[in-house]
């Protein structure tokens, strides 16, 4: 079964300091995969999505984020922090097989300190 | 410029009396999704519409019902509001194709009293 972990519940960083959020996935073929962003009461926003291709992707917001096939992993990276990133990212993957469906990973909430 | 508008951003019913939530779209995509989020966890998926073909999720409650009456609009409808459905409910478009993202309205806040 399809499945999204996101080992990390919460992070903490320093403004200006490097940022990596990482997603593991489960699934048989080539998965679809999406980063979203969530402030507080908002609803999701995209960040970058991988299908094909170049697996190093970039994103709104300086954001990137690489497919590792091998280790089955998108994970999200950014290299320098704003206050204003601090939010709740998740992962998630849309299986060609699974009709219109996305699996969520749990989040990780991202807390940026001055 | 908004493209998913959900509509109220917050709602507060009372226990047991009906409310219906709604969603807009001006993409013009197949696929409406309905989600259930609650505090500091992932969306789950409740119900979605392929056109006007309905797809339950296996553990979504009777009590949660869905109209889709035309392309743009798309109701939750929650029949016997519970304490336990106090939630954000997130609506989402796609184009139905399974690389396409998910466009995600910014959600209704419902609060049961």
């Known amino acids: 079964a399809q499945s999204v972990t996101q080992p990390d519940i919460h992070i903490t960083v320093s403004e200006g300091a490097s940022l990596e959020l990482r997603c593991n996935y489960s699934?048989?073929?080539?998965?679809?995969l999406f980063w979203y962003v969530q402030s507080p009461g908002q609803g999701l926003q995209l960040l970058l999505k991988y299908f094909s291709g170049d697996t190093l992707v970039q994103g709104i917001k300086g954001f990137e984020a690489e497919f590792k096939r091998s280790q089955s992993s998108f994970n999200l990276r950014k290299p320098s922090v704003h206050w204003s990133d601090a939010a709740e990212y998740f992962c998630a993957v849309g299986a060609s097989n699974t009709g219109n469906q996305f699996y969520f990973g749990t989040g990780t909430s991202l807390t940026v300190i001055p | 410029d908004a493209m998913v508008i959900q509509n109220p951003r917050y709602q507060v019913t009372q226990f047991g009396k009906p409310v219906t939530l709604s969603c807009s779209q001006t993409l013009n995509h197949n696929v409406m999704y309905w989600y259930q989020q609650k505090s500091s966890q992932a969306p789950k998926l409740l119900f979605h519409y392929y056109d006007k073909d309905f797809n339950n999720e296996a553990d979504t409650p009777d009590n949660f019902q869905s109209r889709r009456p035309n392309t743009s609009f798309c109701f939750l409808d929650i029949r016997s509001p519970g304490l336990g459905d106090a939630a954000m409910y997130l609506c989402?478009?796609?184009?139905?194709?399974?690389?396409?993202?998910?466009?995600f309205g910014d959600g209704t806040r419902l609060s049961i009293l």
């Open positions: 699934y048989g073929a080539t998965p679809y």
């Open positions: 989402a478009t796609s184009s139905g194709q399974g690389y396409q993202p998910q466009h």
